[in-house]
Structure formats: C-alpha cells, structure tokens
C-alpha cells in the first residue's frame, strides 16, 4: 500500500524591511527574511487536488507585510509568534504553523537618524512552531565567525595508514558559529540573544583548546549556564584551516607568521548540549 506522509507547504523568504520613523532624528530598521510553513489536514490537494483547504502561498506572503504594518517588530521571535499563533487559530484545517526569520543587522550612521550601513556581523534568527495552543521557540545565530590566535592544540588523534596530519600544540582555531537554542518559557528576547551571543563569544576566548568538539561543549555548557531558560543548544562549527605557508624556498623564515586560510574542504564539528531534565522538544526542531 502507498500512503501520503508527512507534509507541509508555504512561502518561502519573504523579504520584509520595515521602517519606524516614529522619532524623525532616529530612525530603526527592520531588515527581516521571514518563511512559513503550515501542515494539517491537506491530504486531499495531494491525493485528489482539492484545494479547499488550502491557503494560498500568496496570502502567506500577504499577511507578513500586513502583520508588519499593523504590529510593532521588535524582536523577531515575538513576530514569528504573532504570525505562528494567527495562521493556526484562523485556518481550520492547519493544525501546524511554523514560521522561521532571519533578521540581517544594519547600524545607524552616527552623523544622521535615517542613514545605516550593512553590519558585517551574524545572522540572527528564530523558529516558532505553534501546534494547537502550545508552542515552540527556537532562537540563534549564524556565521558568528571568530578566531584565536593561540591557545589551541590538536594532539593524540587515532592514526591509520591514511594519516598525515601532523600532531600540533599550537594552531590557529578558527570556525563560524551556527548556533540554535530552544526555550522552555517567553523571555526578554532581545536581552536573552545578547547574552546567549556574549556566553558563546566569552567561553569560545576563555577555552583553551585541544579540540573543536572541547570548544563546542564549552560554548553549548556557558550558554546554559546563563540562561536558565534554554532547555539545550545545538550548535555546527565548521573548522576553518589556517595553514602555515612554507616561505623556505624563498629564503624566509615563517615564525607562526603568515598563514594561507583554506576555504575548503573543511572538518565539521557539530553537537548537542542539553539539560539532563530538559522537557522534550516536541516540534520544536
């Protein structure tokens, strides 16, 4: 017998900026990507093409830009929350709404309140998932990338006949974080970023490191440590190789100097840290 499993459908990166021009010397932006995705019961568009249930992507799309003229924006995971709760109390056959942002950062120009330029830093970012009257948050960041210049070894590693690594007590150990974390309770969001952001950045400084993986248990452990309302934190960091260049052949000496920064292939390091009674994620991810 063949069945229809899982499914869901929705738009897709919507690009939404929003201006607030409520102080005229001090302008705020908004500068969100914002994708939804809803499931239920929609098994008769997939086995008979009856659209009867079905919002279109259109009107997805549409009530983002209408949300976004009628609500404040301030942090994204209250957005995605209205827009998550919305979706399932107003359409009788979604049963599932998940909304996921990314919010891309822009930095007021200090000579004037309505000039910004693009911030070079992370990709924030949040998932909600609202199924019936619970939900799900699931806040990050991505392409946080930071670097250390010293307090980085690589040693004692298993070898077989492929092994040419060399052994080393001191590397360049640099990654671009791609953080997620999930609340157990509605927090001050924009406070709760800054501080999971702060606890990844101070553990990744303070850590001295024999391994990424020892690193990625860190940075996961500090941000639990400081905020007792993540329940666990997944966290990908690619492995970003700084090779010391040979300068022998010119005559030069290259003293952990100057080094060729490798873009690929790279190791990739990913891990779970959790709370041992940690509530279970339900849809969360």
Same mark, same amino acid.
């Given at each position: 017998?063949?069945?229809?499993?899982?499914?869901?459908?929705?738009?897709?990166?919507?690009?939404?900026?929003?201006?607030?021009?409520?102080?005229?010397?001090?302008?705020?932006?908004?500068?969100?990507?914002?994708?939804?995705?809803?499931?239920?019961? +929609? #098994?008769? !568009?997939?086995?008979?093409?009856?659209?009867? /249930? %079905?919002?279109?992507?259109?009107?997805?799309?549409?009530? $983002?830009?209408?949300?976004?003229?009628?609500?404040?924006?301030?942090?994204?995971?209250?957005?995605?929350?209205?827009?998550?709760?919305?979706?399932?109390?107003?359409?009788?056959?979604?049963?599932?709404?998940?909304?996921?942002?990314?919010?891309?950062?822009?930095?007021?120009?200090?000579?004037?309140?309505?000039?910004?330029?693009?911030?070079?830093?992370?990709?924030?970012?949040?998932?909600?998932?609202?199924?019936?009257?619970?939900?799900?948050?699931?806040?990050?960041?991505?392409?946080?990338?930071?670097?250390?210049?010293?307090?980085?070894?690589?040693?004692?590693?298993?070898?077989?006949?492929?092994?040419? +690594? #060399?052994? !080393?007590?001191?590397?360049?150990?640099?990654? /671009? %974080?791609?953080?997620?974390?999930?609340?157990?309770?509605? $927090?001050?969001?924009?406070?709760?970023?800054?501080?999971?952001?702060?606890?990844?950045?101070?553990?990744?400084?303070?850590?001295?490191?024999?391994?990424?993986?020892?690193?990625?248990?860190?940075?996961?452990?500090?941000?639990?440590?400081?905020?007792?309302?993540?329940?666990?934190?997944?966290?990908?960091?690619?492995?970003?190789?700084?090779?010391?260049?040979?300068?022998?052949?010119?005559?030069?000496?290259?003293?952990?100097?100057?080094?060729?920064?490798?873009?690929?292939?790279?190791?990739?390091?990913?891990?779970?840290?959790?709370?041992?009674?940690?509530?279970?994620?339900?849809?969360?991810?």
């Amino acid at each position: 017998m063949i069945v229809l499993g899982g499914n869901r459908y929705g738009k897709a990166e919507v690009r939404l900026v929003r201006v607030d021009r409520g102080d005229p010397d001090a302008h705020s932006l908004k500068d969100l990507s914002v994708s939804v995705a809803l499931s239920g019961e +929609l #098994a008769a !568009t997939h086995l008979t093409g009856d659209n009867s /249930a %079905v919002l279109t992507t259109d009107a997805q799309k549409n009530t $983002v830009f209408a949300f976004a003229a009628e609500h404040a924006v301030a942090a994204v995971e209250d957005f995605a929350l209205l827009l998550a709760r919305h979706f399932v109390s107003s359409q009788e056959a979604i049963t599932t709404a998940r909304v996921s942002i990314d919010e891309y950062a822009w930095d007021r120009i200090s000579a004037t309140g309505h000039s910004f330029v693009r911030s070079g830093g992370e990709t924030r970012g949040t998932t909600v998932t609202a199924h019936g009257d619970a939900h799900w948050v699931v806040s990050g960041l991505r392409d946080l990338v930071v670097l250390n210049t010293a307090g980085s070894e690589f040693w004692g590693f298993a070898r077989d006949k492929y092994t040419t +690594l #060399a052994e !080393t007590t001191d590397r360049i150990l640099a990654t /671009a %974080v791609d953080a997620r974390w999930r609340y157990t309770e509605q $927090v001050p969001w924009d406070d709760a970023y800054r501080q999971a952001r702060d606890a990844l950045l101070t553990a990744f400084a303070d850590t001295h490191s024999y391994s990424l993986q020892q690193t990625l248990y860190a940075m996961g452990k500090r941000v639990l440590e400081t905020l007792p309302s993540v329940a666990e934190i997944r966290l990908s960091l690619p492995n970003k190789h700084h090779f010391d260049v040979d300068l022998a052949r010119f005559g030069l000496e290259n003293d952990r100097t100057v080094f060729y920064a490798a873009d690929r292939p790279y190791g990739l390091i990913e891990g779970t840290v959790t709370r041992d009674d940690a509530e279970p994620a339900g849809e969360a991810w």
